[in-house]
C-alpha cells in the first residue's frame, strides 16, 4: 500500500501521525459524511483531503493558509486572528496555573464539545482519548446531521483575551 504521502510500515499499516485538512461542507462535518459514503479503501486511493505524513509543526499563518516546517503549504478557507478570539484556548482544565489559566470549567476547554465558532469541533489528545472521545464527538455530530436536539452543558466564555 506504500505511495507517496501515505507511507505504509512493514507489516502493511499505515504509519501515524498524520496532519489533514479537511472542508467543512454544511454544518462542518462534509468529511464525516463523505468518509461514511466513500470507504475506507477509496479514500486510500483517492483520498478526499491532502494528507500528509510526519509530525509537522505549523512555522507561518499567512491569510490563506498555514506554512509547515520544511516550507509546505496547505491552504485554508478560514483561518485567523479573529477565530483564534472567539474560540479561545484549547485544552486544559483552568486550574489557574502559569501554562492553564482559570477559570474552572471542569472539563477539556473546547475539546469534542460546539466552540464559540460555528462548525469549529477540536478533537485530539493521547490513544486512550482519542479512542474514548471519538465516541462522544461522532455521536453528537451524527445528531446534528439528522436535527436532534443537542444540548450541551455551555460553551465557555473566552477568558484569555483580559
Known amino acids: ?49 491532502p494528507v500528509i505524513a510526519g509530525p509537522r509543526s505549523v512555522t507561518e499563518i499567512a491569510p490563506d493558509g498555514v506554512i509547515l516546517d520544511g516550507g509546505t ?14 474560540v479561545g484556548k484549547c485544552w486544559g ?27 469549529l469541533w477540536f478533537h485530539g489528545g493521547n490513544l486512550h482519548q482519542s479512542r474514548h472521545y471519538s465516541q462522544f464527538l461522532s455521536l453528537q455530530l451524527k445528531a446534528r446531521m439528522e436535527g436532534l436536539d443537542t444540548p450541551v452543558y455551555g460553551i465557555p466564555k473566552v477568558s484569555h483575551l483580559g
Open 73 to 86: 503549504k496547505l491552504a485554508a478557507d478560514l483561518i485567523g486572528q479573529d477565530v483564534a478570539d472567539k
Open 1 to 49: 500500500m506504500p505511495r507517496p504521502g501515505l507511507p505504509a510500515g512493514e507489516l502493511g499499516y499505515i504509519k501515524q501521525p498524520y496532519v489533514v485538512i479537511i472542508g467543512g461542507g454544511q454544518g462542518g462535518i462534509g468529511l464525516v459524511a463523505r468518509l461514511r459514503r466513500l470507504g475506507v479503501p477509496t479514500i486510500i486511493v483517492e483520498p478526499p483531503a
Open 93 to 119: 482544565l483552568g486550574s489557574d496555573t502559569t501554562k492553564d489559566p482559570g477559570p474552572w470549567e471542569g472539563e477539556r476547554r473546547n475539546m469534542w464539545k460546539p466552540t464559540r465558532q460555528e462548525a
